[in-house]
């Protein structure tokens, strides 16, 4: 072998040892900031989810700038990269390269943490309930999105003379809710399956089938095209074909399933069959234009009238655990709360808008939880304190916002406070308001006799 190719070899050894550094380094921060802060949390009997969206915080963006999304345009935490740059004896420039490129991969596993979560949550939502607060859910997720779209969008233009197109646009920020979260909130507090956490669960899929559509019809005023009546009704009705068939397969496919796995005997036969399931589902969602988001929790509610739920929950929940938990980090970690100093002059038109918005964002989502008419007990403000979280879907629309350059600075700040508002304090209210509360008695405050369920440990 030549000196040459000896000194590349060399310098590839360099570089997959660099990469392996930034992986492993970058895990062991988020596990050991999330867990850290879970079980101080927990302690004060708070959920843990508030504790790994604050590790992000801490260790991201706004904080030691430890784990730093690619997009933020924020430097990486100088003492890392000379950590790494002379452990691997790489020039510190390349490390940053490195760094960028693993973060993808980091991503990449982080929705695999909330794919699983929306499929457990899929598959611990007991069908026969779920349908039958369908009429309650559709119409917590029409409220839930046209009042704050309406009362944002409006109250932007007359009140801080924002132009129509960046308005829409921020009236549309605050239609989303979180399904990821809520489920996440609910499962450890163990109203899952309640008549309540049915609802919200229920009205948050449907909030992301609206806001499919709505982010497709924002984006078309965004891009300056034309509005065409026939690609929204064509994703409208994928949308509705997507859940009627899911909920249909779930009576049918479901014994083939169980047929299935009754006949192969290699271990581990049962989380294998059930992720291929989710695959597959992901893939049907996302080839008609739908989120993959929800294909993932179709694909739980398909499976959920297995025999061998109990054993796919089993499986499920470490994975959960596990990833989900970096999901959770990645979204505090690209977090920017530096605009939330009042100090800087450029910030406070934000800090006003930001207030405007948070607020409307609050009463548009609680408001919901008292529109729809029911004959049974059923806890309201839990159902529109469930709605309330915009979390990752939230920061998806700024996102949007952010690169089609529609948002001036003080819109994207007053956004994105939005989102971190209703993201923290949903949790934190949800916690008080059902702290003292028996989810496995009907006390006829509200809640419904559930069944046992599997906690979900996000």
Do not use: C
């Amino acid at each position: 072998m030549t000196l040459p190719s000896l000194l590349l070899e060399a310098g590839s050894h360099q570089l997959e040892m660099a990469e392996t550094l930034i992986g492993v380094l970058r895990f062991l921060l988020i596990f050991l900031a999330a867990r850290t802060l879970a079980e101080v949390l927990v302690r004060f009997q708070l959920p843990t989810i508030l504790g790994e969206l604050l590790a992000g915080v801490i260790i991201g963006v706004s904080g030691f700038h430890l784990l730093v999304p690619p997009e933020s345009q924020v430097a990486i935490n100088e003492s890392f990269v000379q950590l790494i740059s002379s452990l691997a004896d790489v020039p510190a420039p390349e490390i940053q390269q490195l760094y960028n490129e693993d973060f993808l991969i980091l991503e990449g596993v982080a929705n695999l943490g909330l794919y699983a979560l929306l499929f457990l949550t899929g598959l611990e939502s007991e069908l026969d309930e779920l349908v039958a607060v369908g009429a309650q859910a559709f119409t917590v997720a029409v409220a839930g999105v046209v009042l704050p779209f309406a009362l944002g969008t409006i109250g932007l233009m007359v009140l801080f003379q924002v132009d129509l197109i960046p308005a829409v646009f921020a009236g549309a920020s605050m239609t989303a809710t979180s399904i990821g979260i809520t489920a996440s909130v609910f499962g450890e507090l163990g109203y899952l399956k309640t008549r309540e956490g049915q609802i919200v669960i229920g009205a948050a899929v449907l909030d992301d089938i609206l806001g499919i559509v709505i982010l497709a019809i924002v984006v078309a005023l965004g891009a300056g095209g034309s509005l065409e009546i026939g690609p929204i009704l064509k994703l409208v009705a994928a949308a509705v074909v997507f859940v009627v068939a899911a909920i249909a397969l779930s009576r049918s496919a479901a014994p083939a399933f169980d047929w299935v796995i009754d006949r192969l005997k290699a271990p581990g036969e049962v989380i294998v069959a059930s992720f291929m399931v989710l695959a597959v589902v992901m893939f049907a969602a996302t080839a008609i234009g739908l989120e993959a988001a929800l294909g993932a929790f179709a694909a739980g509610l398909i499976l959920s009238s297995s025999k061998h739920t109990h054993a796919i929950q089993r499986a499920v929940i470490p994975i959960v655990s596990l990833f989900a938990t970096i999901f959770f980090v990645l979204v505090g970690a690209g977090m920017d709360l530096s605009v939330v100093n009042p100090a800087d002059p450029a910030n406070r038109a934000g800090l006003v808008m930001a207030g405007f918005m948070f607020v409307v964002a609050i009463i548009g989502k609680v408001a919901a939880g008292w529109s729809f008419l029911s004959d049974k007990p059923t806890n309201r403000l839990v159902v529109g304190l469930g709605m309330m979280p915009r979390g990752e879907v939230g920061l998806i629309f700024l996102g949007l916002g952010t690169a089609s350059g529609l948002l001036t600075p003080s819109l994207e700040a007053a956004i994105l406070l939005m989102v971190v508002g209703t993201t923290f304090l949903a949790p934190l209210l949800l916690r008080v308001v059902l702290k003292d509360k028996d989810p496995g008695a009907d006390s006829g405050d509200g809640s419904s006799t559930p069944q046992p369920e599997a906690q979900l440990t996000a």
